[in-house]
């Protein structure tokens, strides 16, 4: 440990920490702009100056290390008037259209304007008018917002190794973009929203979708239903106050009745689908000598990953669709059987916490009706807005059920929405399939946890399964050349886009880096999943009525001709 003082107070803090952290610790809070902790730690902003005795110049808090005898300074008249000069300068030139902007009320620079208190500007700047780039179906780009923190650059380069936007001199001015101006529709971005969520302002955002729904919902022809993904019960809470982790499923069941949905409907029911047909095809391919590992096929960021940089891998996907397509699609056959009302005239919702999900829609390899699976895909964001616009008093809802007669699933389909939950579902059943007994215990701790690569060795009678999973597309990327190298030999693998599975997705609740820089968002959520998988009746998916109802009454059996047809498809090269 080392000596220091911060504004007179005496502190004895490990000699590895910057002063920020050394300040935070000693509850000081030094401002900070750009910094977002683990993903952009670079200084550029110099909004979290703070002055240190001795030292010619101010120095930036988050990266400078504290050392034996640092005397620090955080409110002298020199650091208020350099970080009043650094945020007035940005404000200059900022398209300040905060009424209508996403982030309105969540935008960390208009938090920051606040707390600094500014009430005017000194510096008039050249207000940039770029275009916006919203050619993208899941990611709006706002170039007027940006504020050139980088955030958006290291996570795409760094965690999701992407790297398909940067840094680009033009002339004297400098900006965030693609290369040669392009598109972030023609470019290989996944899709995977992770810039959206690192934004600290309105520069980033999903495609708003809302309107599609507010219409379809006002349409007396249409038979508008909904599904909600496993991640998004455990984030929405936080649009409203609620604090990271609370589960709120109920409550979200009643207000999308109150938005109009004729139905109500859990994805869950589906991913217990998933289960069955991707460990039939499991086993099937083990039997038979088929592609080996298996990949999860559930993340559309991930397959848009896979077919621009690991093609040879797009014959080891599972052929299942995921989860919400394939509710799609059982919807507009199954149930418009069963229900009589025209496939036409259904119009599938899904609220996810996924940006890439909006793309996954558009896919034409996803329409087994004739038309497209999923009609539209909403952000948790994006529901969160609609409830709000509804005057829907969100937190003082009672708890509302799933509707019959699809509203059934088990603990295995939640647990989809935190990283190896998909595995650890699959295990659940392949276990009890492949050794013909009923397991108590359902848990797999090996894959889960927020560690990038985890691997687990299954043993089931006399089967050897040799599990990986990753999550974050760094960690694929790791887990893939591993596999090419032929260093690493795998039956089954899972790999999800966002770093901790759907949990983090890119269209979840946003938290500014003031929180995210210090609790583990993933770990909280996935507690909740967690926490909801052990509160259920049914915990496998081989368990749930209403899948092995839709065999007997119409599928068959899992991997049969019909479901072939219905719930899967293939990804060419
Ligand atoms: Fe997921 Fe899914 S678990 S991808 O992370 O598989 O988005 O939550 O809905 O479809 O079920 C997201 C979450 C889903 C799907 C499911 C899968
Ligand atoms: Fe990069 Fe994902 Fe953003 Fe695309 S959506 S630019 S891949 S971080």
Redesign the pocket.
Known sequence: TVNITIDGKKLQVEKDMTILEAARRANIKIPTLCFLKDINEIGACRMCVVEIKGARALQAACVYPVAEGLEIYTQSPNVREARRVTLELILSNHDKKCLTCVRNRNCELQTLSEELNISQLRFEGQSTNLPLDNFSPS?VRDPNKCILCRR?VS??KDV?T?S??SATERGFKSAISCAFDKS?ADVP???????ISVCPVGALREKDDTDRVWEALANPDLHVVVQTAPAVRVALGEEFGLPIGSRVTGKMVSALSRLGFAKVFDTDTAADLTIMEEGTELLNRLKNGGRLPVITSCSP?WIKFCEHNYPEFLDNLSSCKSPHEMFGAVLKSYYAEKTGIEPSKLFVVSIMPC?AKKFEAQRPELSASGFADVDVVLTTRELAKMIKEAGIDFNNLEDGRFDDPMGEATGAAVIFGATGGVMEAALRTVAEIVSGKSFDNVKYEAVRGIEGIKEATVEIGDMRLKAAVAHGLGNARKLLDSIKAGEAKYDFVEIMACPGGCVNG?GQPIQPSSVRSWTDLRSERAKAIYEEDESLTFRKSHDNPIVKEMYEKYFGEPGSHKAHKVLHTHYAP
């Open positions: 990611i958006c996570v795409c999701q992407v398909v936007i972030l971005c996944t899709m995977c929203g992770q810039c960021g940006t890119g």
